[in-house]
Protein backbone atom coordinates (compact mmCIF):
# COMPACT_ATOMS: atom_id res chain seq x y z
CA UNK A 1 0.00 0.00 0.00
CA UNK A 2 1.04 3.72 -0.33
CA UNK A 3 -0.21 7.36 -0.31
CA UNK A 4 -1.22 7.09 -3.40
CA UNK A 5 -3.47 4.12 -3.32
CA UNK A 6 -4.53 5.22 -0.08
CA UNK A 7 -5.68 8.62 -1.71
CA UNK A 8 -7.54 6.69 -4.31
CA UNK A 9 -9.65 4.54 -2.18
CA UNK A 10 -10.29 7.47 -0.10
CA UNK A 11 -11.45 9.69 -2.99
CA UNK A 12 -13.09 6.89 -4.91
CA UNK A 13 -14.88 5.78 -1.61
CA UNK A 14 -16.28 9.62 -1.62
CA UNK A 15 -17.56 9.69 -5.35
CA UNK A 16 -19.53 5.92 -4.44
CA UNK A 17 -20.93 7.59 -1.90
CA UNK A 18 -22.21 10.99 -3.10
CA UNK A 19 -23.52 9.00 -6.06
CA UNK A 20 -25.30 6.46 -3.53
CA UNK A 21 -26.92 9.58 -2.54
CA UNK A 22 -27.83 10.83 -5.75
CA UNK A 23 -29.56 7.83 -6.70
CA UNK A 24 -31.25 8.29 -3.66
CA UNK A 25 -32.58 11.52 -4.01
CA UNK A 26 -33.25 10.83 -7.92
CA UNK A 27 -35.29 7.78 -6.76
CA UNK A 28 -37.09 9.27 -4.25
CA UNK A 29 -37.95 13.06 -6.06
CA UNK A 30 -38.12 12.11 -9.39
CA UNK A 31 -38.41 8.35 -11.31
CA UNK A 32 -40.54 7.01 -8.28
CA UNK A 33 -42.73 10.09 -8.05
CA UNK A 34 -43.91 9.98 -12.43
CA UNK A 35 -44.97 6.48 -11.02
CA UNK A 36 -47.41 7.12 -8.24
CA UNK A 37 -46.00 5.73 -5.92
CA UNK A 38 -46.25 7.83 -2.40
CA UNK A 39 -44.07 9.20 -0.28
CA UNK A 40 -43.54 6.12 1.99
CA UNK A 41 -42.76 3.49 -0.41
CA UNK A 42 -40.76 6.10 -2.15
CA UNK A 43 -38.45 6.71 0.37
CA UNK A 44 -38.35 2.70 1.29
CA UNK A 45 -37.35 2.28 -2.16
CA UNK A 46 -34.74 4.67 -2.66
CA UNK A 47 -33.24 3.81 1.01
CA UNK A 48 -33.26 0.21 0.12
CA UNK A 49 -31.81 0.70 -3.75
CA UNK A 50 -29.08 3.30 -2.59
CA UNK A 51 -27.40 1.15 0.59
CA UNK A 52 -27.39 -1.70 -1.79
CA UNK A 53 -25.64 0.44 -4.93
CA UNK A 54 -23.55 1.33 -1.47
CA UNK A 55 -22.03 -2.00 -0.75
CA UNK A 56 -21.65 -3.07 -4.12
CA UNK A 57 -19.55 0.11 -5.43
CA UNK A 58 -17.35 0.03 -2.04
CA UNK A 59 -16.64 -3.68 -2.79
CA UNK A 60 -15.74 -2.49 -6.70
CA UNK A 61 -13.50 0.15 -5.81
CA UNK A 62 -11.75 -2.29 -3.31
CA UNK A 63 -11.39 -5.11 -5.73
CA UNK A 64 -10.26 -1.77 -8.71
CA UNK A 65 -7.31 -1.45 -6.78
CA UNK A 66 -6.02 -4.49 -5.94
CA UNK A 67 -6.94 -5.18 -2.61
CA UNK A 68 -7.93 -9.09 -2.07
CA UNK A 69 -10.86 -9.20 -0.05
CA UNK A 70 -11.02 -13.19 -0.01
CA UNK A 71 -7.49 -12.60 1.93
CA UNK A 72 -9.33 -10.58 4.38
CA UNK A 73 -12.47 -13.65 5.52
CA UNK A 74 -10.49 -14.86 8.00
CA UNK A 75 -9.39 -11.65 9.52
CA UNK A 76 -13.15 -10.13 8.75
CA UNK A 77 -14.87 -12.98 10.56
CA UNK A 78 -12.95 -12.96 13.77
CA UNK A 79 -13.38 -9.49 13.91
CA UNK A 80 -17.16 -9.91 13.19
CA UNK A 81 -17.40 -11.78 16.16
CA UNK A 82 -15.57 -9.39 18.56
CA UNK A 83 -17.26 -6.35 16.51
CA UNK A 84 -21.30 -8.36 16.96
CA UNK A 85 -20.99 -8.28 20.98
CA UNK A 86 -19.77 -5.18 20.90
CA UNK A 87 -22.08 -3.59 18.80
CA UNK A 88 -25.35 -5.81 19.27
CA UNK A 89 -27.20 -2.21 19.46
CA UNK A 90 -26.12 -1.00 16.22
CA UNK A 91 -26.68 -4.45 14.67
CA UNK A 92 -30.03 -5.03 16.19
CA UNK A 93 -31.14 -1.41 14.35
CA UNK A 94 -29.81 -2.08 11.30
CA UNK A 95 -32.17 -5.35 11.42
CA UNK A 96 -34.68 -3.37 12.63
CA UNK A 97 -34.23 -1.04 9.71
CA UNK A 98 -34.16 -3.26 6.81
CA UNK A 99 -37.55 -4.76 8.51
CA UNK A 100 -39.16 -1.28 8.90
CA UNK A 101 -38.37 -0.31 5.17
CA UNK A 102 -39.33 -3.89 3.80
CA UNK A 103 -42.53 -4.58 5.74
CA UNK A 104 -43.74 -0.62 5.68
CA UNK A 105 -45.92 -0.85 8.30
CA UNK A 106 -44.46 2.53 9.13
CA UNK A 107 -43.53 4.72 6.25
CA UNK A 108 -42.60 8.37 5.87
CA UNK A 109 -45.43 10.65 6.25
CA UNK A 110 -47.27 8.44 8.77
CA UNK A 111 -48.55 10.12 11.77
CA UNK A 112 -47.71 7.94 14.77
CA UNK A 113 -47.68 8.00 18.77
CA UNK A 114 -44.58 6.24 20.31
CA UNK A 115 -43.97 6.60 24.28
CA UNK A 116 -45.77 9.24 24.84
CA UNK A 117 -44.33 11.01 21.52
CA UNK A 118 -46.55 11.82 18.52
CA UNK A 119 -45.57 13.40 15.02
CA UNK A 120 -45.14 12.45 11.30
CA UNK A 121 -42.52 10.19 9.73
CA UNK A 122 -40.24 12.52 8.89
CA UNK A 123 -36.98 9.53 7.48
CA UNK A 124 -36.11 6.05 7.79
CA UNK A 125 -32.99 5.58 8.15
CA UNK A 126 -30.97 2.01 8.70
CA UNK A 127 -29.66 3.10 12.37
CA UNK A 128 -32.35 5.11 13.24
CA UNK A 129 -35.87 7.14 12.19
CA UNK A 130 -36.43 10.81 12.30
CA UNK A 131 -40.34 11.82 13.73
CA UNK A 132 -41.02 15.36 13.42
CA UNK A 133 -43.09 16.51 16.39
CA UNK A 134 -46.44 18.34 16.63
CA UNK A 135 -44.62 21.16 18.59
CA UNK A 136 -42.04 21.13 15.46
CA UNK A 137 -38.65 19.07 16.64
CA UNK A 138 -37.25 16.32 15.14
CA UNK A 139 -36.55 13.31 17.32
CA UNK A 140 -34.51 10.64 16.21
CA UNK A 141 -35.70 6.84 17.67
CA UNK A 142 -33.50 4.12 17.05
CA UNK A 143 -35.54 1.59 14.98
CA UNK A 144 -35.00 -1.09 17.73
CA UNK A 145 -37.36 0.72 19.75
CA UNK A 146 -40.06 0.91 17.30
CA UNK A 147 -39.73 -2.72 16.45
CA UNK A 148 -39.82 -3.98 19.98
CA UNK A 149 -42.24 -1.23 21.29
CA UNK A 150 -46.39 -0.84 20.81
CA UNK A 151 -46.66 1.74 18.01
CA UNK A 152 -49.75 3.63 17.14
CA UNK A 153 -50.22 4.34 13.61
CA UNK A 154 -53.06 6.66 12.32
CA UNK A 155 -52.15 6.50 8.83
CA UNK A 156 -51.68 2.89 8.40
CA UNK A 157 -54.22 1.59 5.66
CA UNK A 158 -54.76 5.19 4.56
CA UNK A 159 -57.02 5.30 7.51
CA UNK A 160 -57.00 9.06 8.58
CA UNK A 161 -60.52 9.15 10.43
CA UNK A 162 -60.28 9.19 14.62
CA UNK A 163 -62.54 9.25 17.10
CA UNK A 164 -62.23 11.94 20.00
CA UNK A 165 -63.47 12.46 23.17
CA UNK A 166 -64.89 15.60 25.10
CA UNK A 167 -66.16 15.17 28.15
CA UNK A 168 -68.49 18.03 29.32
CA UNK A 169 -70.32 18.12 32.52
CA UNK A 170 -73.95 19.76 33.13
CA UNK A 171 -75.75 20.60 35.97
CA UNK A 172 -78.88 18.69 37.78
CA UNK A 173 -81.53 19.75 36.51
CA UNK A 174 -80.48 20.64 32.86
CA UNK A 175 -82.26 19.11 29.97
CA UNK A 176 -80.95 16.37 28.52
CA UNK A 177 -82.12 16.53 25.25
CA UNK A 178 -81.56 20.15 24.88
CA UNK A 179 -77.41 19.47 26.06
CA UNK A 180 -77.78 16.73 22.86
CA UNK A 181 -78.93 19.07 21.04
CA UNK A 182 -76.65 21.92 21.80
CA UNK A 183 -73.12 19.57 21.69
CA UNK A 184 -74.10 18.22 18.75
CA UNK A 185 -74.23 21.55 17.08
CA UNK A 186 -70.69 22.82 18.14
CA UNK A 187 -69.86 19.70 16.91
CA UNK A 188 -71.01 20.31 13.09
CA UNK A 189 -69.09 24.01 13.63
CA UNK A 190 -65.91 22.97 13.87
CA UNK A 191 -64.68 22.05 10.55
CA UNK A 192 -62.26 19.05 11.19
CA UNK A 193 -65.22 17.21 12.47
CA UNK A 194 -66.92 14.44 9.63
CA UNK A 195 -70.39 13.73 9.37
CA UNK A 196 -69.85 10.45 8.28
CA UNK A 197 -69.98 8.94 10.83
CA UNK A 198 -71.65 11.30 12.75
CA UNK A 199 -70.71 13.20 16.05
CA UNK A 200 -72.51 11.04 19.14
CA UNK A 201 -73.14 12.15 22.82
CA UNK A 202 -73.16 10.39 25.26
CA UNK A 203 -74.60 10.21 29.02
CA UNK A 204 -71.60 8.50 30.82
CA UNK A 205 -72.72 8.87 34.44
CA UNK A 206 -74.23 11.01 37.36
CA UNK A 207 -71.11 12.87 39.16
CA UNK A 208 -71.27 14.17 42.71
CA UNK A 209 -72.60 18.29 41.13
CA UNK A 210 -73.17 16.98 37.25
CA UNK A 211 -74.54 15.18 34.93
CA UNK A 212 -71.71 13.44 33.09
CA UNK A 213 -71.70 13.62 29.24
CA UNK A 214 -69.30 13.06 26.71
CA UNK A 215 -68.91 14.29 22.94
CA UNK A 216 -67.80 11.47 20.60
CA UNK A 217 -66.63 13.16 16.98
CA UNK A 218 -64.51 11.63 14.38
CA UNK A 219 -62.08 13.91 12.81
CA UNK A 220 -60.10 13.68 9.54
CA UNK A 221 -56.87 14.90 11.00
CA UNK A 222 -56.01 12.97 14.02
CA UNK A 223 -53.12 15.27 14.09
CA UNK A 224 -54.49 18.66 14.95
CA UNK A 225 -56.26 16.74 18.24
CA UNK A 226 -55.51 19.59 20.61
CA UNK A 227 -56.20 22.30 17.97
CA UNK A 228 -59.47 20.76 17.58
CA UNK A 229 -60.30 19.80 21.01
CA UNK A 230 -59.45 23.59 22.42
CA UNK A 231 -61.84 24.69 18.97
CA UNK A 232 -65.08 22.35 20.24
CA UNK A 233 -64.22 23.38 24.18
CA UNK A 234 -64.96 27.32 22.66
CA UNK A 235 -67.75 26.30 20.66
CA UNK A 236 -69.05 23.95 23.54
CA UNK A 237 -68.53 26.61 26.55
CA UNK A 238 -70.20 29.57 24.27
CA UNK A 239 -73.37 28.24 22.99
CA UNK A 240 -74.10 25.91 26.82
CA UNK A 241 -74.14 29.51 28.39
CA UNK A 242 -76.30 31.18 25.97
CA UNK A 243 -78.67 28.37 26.37
CA UNK A 244 -78.98 28.75 30.07
CA UNK A 245 -77.39 25.32 30.84
CA UNK A 246 -74.83 25.59 33.83
CA UNK A 247 -71.35 23.96 34.01
CA UNK A 248 -71.00 23.21 37.66
CA UNK A 249 -68.36 23.36 39.71
CA UNK A 250 -67.70 20.42 42.86
CA UNK A 251 -69.87 21.96 45.93
CA UNK A 252 -71.44 20.08 48.56
CA UNK A 253 -75.35 20.59 49.93
CA UNK A 254 -76.15 21.33 53.52
CA UNK A 255 -79.66 21.21 54.14
CA UNK A 256 -80.62 22.26 57.89
CA UNK A 257 -84.32 21.06 59.54
CA UNK A 258 -83.97 23.81 61.92
CA UNK A 259 -85.47 27.08 59.66
CA UNK A 260 -83.71 29.02 62.28
CA UNK A 261 -80.22 27.06 61.94
CA UNK A 262 -81.09 28.04 58.46
CA UNK A 263 -81.25 31.65 58.31
CA UNK A 264 -77.79 31.71 61.12
CA UNK A 265 -76.51 29.90 58.39
CA UNK A 266 -77.77 32.06 55.55
CA UNK A 267 -74.86 34.40 54.65
CA UNK A 268 -72.50 33.99 51.56
CA UNK A 269 -71.18 30.49 51.07
CA UNK A 270 -67.54 29.63 52.42
CA UNK A 271 -65.33 27.30 50.68
CA UNK A 272 -66.44 24.30 48.84
CA UNK A 273 -69.77 24.19 51.19
CA UNK A 274 -73.27 26.65 49.78
CA UNK A 275 -77.30 26.05 50.88
CA UNK A 276 -79.22 24.32 48.56
CA UNK A 277 -81.07 26.41 45.81
CA UNK A 278 -83.66 25.75 43.03
CA UNK A 279 -81.86 25.49 39.75
CA UNK A 280 -83.38 27.72 36.92
CA UNK A 281 -83.41 26.65 32.63
CA UNK A 282 -83.42 29.43 30.46
CA UNK A 283 -83.39 29.01 26.87
CA UNK A 284 -82.61 31.46 23.55
CA UNK A 285 -83.05 30.97 20.06
CA UNK A 286 -78.90 32.17 19.46
CA UNK A 287 -78.16 28.95 17.76
CA UNK A 288 -81.76 28.52 15.61
CA UNK A 289 -84.82 26.81 16.83
CA UNK A 290 -84.61 23.93 19.40
CA UNK A 291 -85.37 20.65 16.87
CA UNK A 292 -86.56 18.83 20.03
CA UNK A 293 -89.66 21.55 19.67
CA UNK A 294 -89.85 21.56 16.11
CA UNK A 295 -90.37 17.73 15.88
CA UNK A 296 -93.08 17.85 18.50
CA UNK A 297 -94.80 20.10 16.35
CA UNK A 298 -94.45 17.29 13.53
CA UNK A 299 -97.44 14.89 14.05
CA UNK A 300 -95.61 11.64 12.80
CA UNK A 301 -92.97 12.24 15.95
CA UNK A 302 -95.61 14.10 18.69
CA UNK A 303 -95.86 10.52 20.48
CA UNK A 304 -92.37 10.09 20.39
CA UNK A 305 -90.47 10.49 24.25
CA UNK A 306 -87.50 12.01 25.11
CA UNK A 307 -84.82 9.40 24.28
CA UNK A 308 -86.06 8.77 21.06
CA UNK A 309 -86.44 12.67 20.28
CA UNK A 310 -82.95 12.29 21.55
CA UNK A 311 -81.55 9.55 19.45
CA UNK A 312 -83.49 11.23 16.35
CA UNK A 313 -81.82 14.11 16.82
CA UNK A 314 -78.39 12.40 17.06
CA UNK A 315 -79.30 9.94 13.45
CA UNK A 316 -79.18 13.55 11.43
CA UNK A 317 -76.87 16.14 10.57
CA UNK A 318 -76.65 19.90 9.43
CA UNK A 319 -76.69 21.22 6.07
CA UNK A 320 -75.53 24.35 5.32
CA UNK A 321 -76.49 26.87 2.17
CA UNK A 322 -75.29 29.75 0.53
CA UNK A 323 -77.82 32.13 -1.34
CA UNK A 324 -79.15 30.82 -3.89
CA UNK A 325 -77.71 27.19 -3.68
CA UNK A 326 -80.53 24.84 -4.75
CA UNK A 327 -81.37 21.62 -2.20
CA UNK A 328 -83.40 19.57 -4.67
CA UNK A 329 -84.98 19.87 -7.61
CA UNK A 330 -88.71 19.12 -8.88
CA UNK A 331 -89.05 15.10 -9.79
CA UNK A 332 -85.75 14.15 -7.50
CA UNK A 333 -86.20 11.11 -5.40
CA UNK A 334 -87.68 12.15 -1.59
CA UNK A 335 -85.06 10.35 0.35
CA UNK A 336 -84.25 13.08 3.14
CA UNK A 337 -86.53 15.23 5.66
CA UNK A 338 -85.71 18.60 6.63
CA UNK A 339 -86.04 21.16 9.61
CA UNK A 340 -85.40 25.01 9.04
CA UNK A 341 -82.40 25.80 11.94
CA UNK A 342 -81.97 28.52 10.64
CA UNK A 343 -82.14 31.14 7.82
CA UNK A 344 -84.62 30.99 4.78
CA UNK A 345 -85.67 28.82 1.97
CA UNK A 346 -87.83 29.29 -0.83
CA UNK A 347 -89.86 26.46 -2.21
CA UNK A 348 -90.95 26.93 -6.14
CA UNK A 349 -92.09 25.48 -9.20
CA UNK A 350 -89.25 25.63 -11.51
CA UNK A 351 -91.24 25.07 -15.25
CA UNK A 352 -94.04 27.58 -13.96
CA UNK A 353 -91.21 30.20 -12.57
CA UNK A 354 -93.69 30.12 -9.80
CA UNK A 355 -93.20 30.61 -5.73
CA UNK A 356 -95.26 28.40 -3.40
CA UNK A 357 -94.05 29.50 -0.14
CA UNK A 358 -91.15 30.43 1.78
CA UNK A 359 -89.65 28.65 5.25
CA UNK A 360 -88.19 30.19 7.45
CA UNK A 361 -86.48 28.95 10.85
CA UNK A 362 -88.88 26.07 12.83
CA UNK A 363 -90.47 25.16 9.77
CA UNK A 364 -90.13 21.53 7.96
CA UNK A 365 -90.57 19.56 5.13
CA UNK A 366 -90.06 16.59 2.89
CA UNK A 367 -90.87 13.84 5.69
CA UNK A 368 -93.91 12.54 3.95
CA UNK A 369 -91.82 11.63 0.85
CA UNK A 370 -88.85 10.31 3.23
CA UNK A 371 -91.57 7.97 4.87
CA UNK A 372 -92.85 7.45 1.63
CA UNK A 373 -90.16 6.96 -0.75
CA UNK A 374 -92.20 9.97 -2.97
CA UNK A 375 -90.59 11.81 -5.66
CA UNK A 376 -90.27 15.81 -5.13
CA UNK A 377 -93.15 17.95 -6.50
CA UNK A 378 -91.31 21.24 -6.26
CA UNK A 379 -87.98 22.50 -5.92
CA UNK A 380 -86.03 24.28 -2.76
CA UNK A 381 -83.55 26.73 -2.88
CA UNK A 382 -82.13 29.27 0.45
CA UNK A 383 -82.80 32.56 0.03
CA UNK A 384 -80.08 33.35 2.62
CA UNK A 385 -77.50 31.90 4.33
CA UNK A 386 -79.46 28.93 6.33
CA UNK A 387 -78.50 25.79 8.15
CA UNK A 388 -81.25 22.88 7.63
CA UNK A 389 -81.01 20.04 9.79
CA UNK A 390 -81.20 16.67 7.74
CA UNK A 391 -82.45 13.16 8.01
CA UNK A 392 -81.73 10.92 5.13
CA UNK A 393 -83.31 7.77 4.42
CA UNK A 394 -79.90 5.85 5.41
CA UNK A 395 -79.79 7.52 8.82
CA UNK A 396 -84.00 6.75 9.29
CA UNK A 397 -83.58 3.51 8.67
CA UNK A 398 -80.57 2.70 10.57
CA UNK A 399 -82.76 4.72 13.66
CA UNK A 400 -85.58 2.33 13.01
CA UNK A 401 -83.56 -1.15 12.95
CA UNK A 402 -82.19 0.00 16.39
CA UNK A 403 -85.45 0.84 17.53
CA UNK A 404 -88.79 -0.39 16.12
CA UNK A 405 -91.10 0.63 18.33
CA UNK A 406 -90.66 3.60 16.22
CA UNK A 407 -92.65 2.64 13.59
CA UNK A 408 -95.78 2.33 15.20
CA UNK A 409 -95.53 6.01 17.17
CA UNK A 410 -94.81 7.14 13.37
CA UNK A 411 -97.73 5.27 12.22
CA UNK A 412 -100.12 6.57 14.24
CA UNK A 413 -98.90 9.80 13.19
CA UNK A 414 -99.28 8.89 9.43
CA UNK A 415 -102.93 7.74 10.67
CA UNK A 416 -104.45 11.45 10.88
CA UNK A 417 -103.80 12.25 7.55
CA UNK A 418 -105.60 10.12 5.52
CA UNK A 419 -106.20 12.36 2.83
CA UNK A 420 -103.03 13.33 2.25
CA UNK A 421 -102.17 9.94 2.13
CA UNK A 422 -105.08 8.85 -0.57
CA UNK A 423 -103.75 11.94 -2.69
CA UNK A 424 -100.11 11.04 -2.61
CA UNK A 425 -101.02 7.30 -2.94
CA UNK A 426 -102.94 8.02 -6.36
CA UNK A 427 -100.01 10.16 -7.53
CA UNK A 428 -97.61 7.38 -7.24
CA UNK A 429 -100.47 5.28 -9.05
CA UNK A 430 -100.11 7.58 -12.08
CA UNK A 431 -96.56 7.65 -11.95
CA UNK A 432 -96.60 3.73 -12.04
CA UNK A 433 -95.00 3.69 -9.06
CA UNK A 434 -97.05 1.77 -6.67
CA UNK A 435 -96.16 -1.94 -5.98
CA UNK A 436 -98.89 -4.56 -7.18
CA UNK A 437 -97.89 -6.50 -3.57
CA UNK A 438 -98.19 -3.21 -1.45
CA UNK A 439 -101.07 -1.77 -3.26
CA UNK A 440 -104.33 -1.27 -1.23
CA UNK A 441 -107.97 0.21 -1.21
CA UNK A 442 -107.31 1.72 2.01
CA UNK A 443 -104.54 4.13 2.17
CA UNK A 444 -103.72 3.49 5.62
CA UNK A 445 -103.08 0.02 4.58
CA UNK A 446 -101.13 0.88 1.67
CA UNK A 447 -99.00 3.12 3.90
CA UNK A 448 -97.97 0.35 6.32
CA UNK A 449 -96.74 -2.18 3.32
CA UNK A 450 -94.69 0.27 1.91
CA UNK A 451 -93.20 1.69 4.66
CA UNK A 452 -91.84 -1.69 6.01
CA UNK A 453 -90.57 -2.51 2.35
CA UNK A 454 -88.68 0.48 2.03
CA UNK A 455 -87.19 0.31 5.32
CA UNK A 456 -86.89 -3.50 5.56
CA UNK A 457 -88.68 -3.66 8.91
Not at 32 to 61: H, M, P, Q
Not at 122 to 142: C, H, M, N, W, Y
Request: hydrophobic residues 45%.
Amino acid sequence: MSIVSIAYLVVSLAIALLLTRGLRNFLKYRLLVKFGIDEGNRAAIATIFSYGLGILSVIAVLQILGFDLSSLAVVAGGLGVGIGFGLQNMANNFISGVTILIERKLKVGDFIEFDGLSGYIKEVFLQSTVIRTREGADVVVPNSQLISNRVVNWSYDNCYVARVHIPVGVAYGSDPVQVTETLLVCAYMEPSVVSDPPPKVMLKGFGDSALLFELWVWVDRIDREPFIVSSLNFFIEYYLRQQGIKIPFPQTEVWFNSPQAAIDWNSPPFGSVRLHSSPHHNTTDSIGVSLSHTLRQISYFENLNELQLRQLIEQGCRKTLSPGDILFQEGEPGDAFYIVIFGKVEVYVERLDRQLKLLDAGSFFGELALMLGVPRTASVRALEPTILFKLDRFQFERLLCQHPELYDAIVAGLERHKSELARRQQELRSLGLVDVDEDDKNPIDWVKKRFKNLFNL
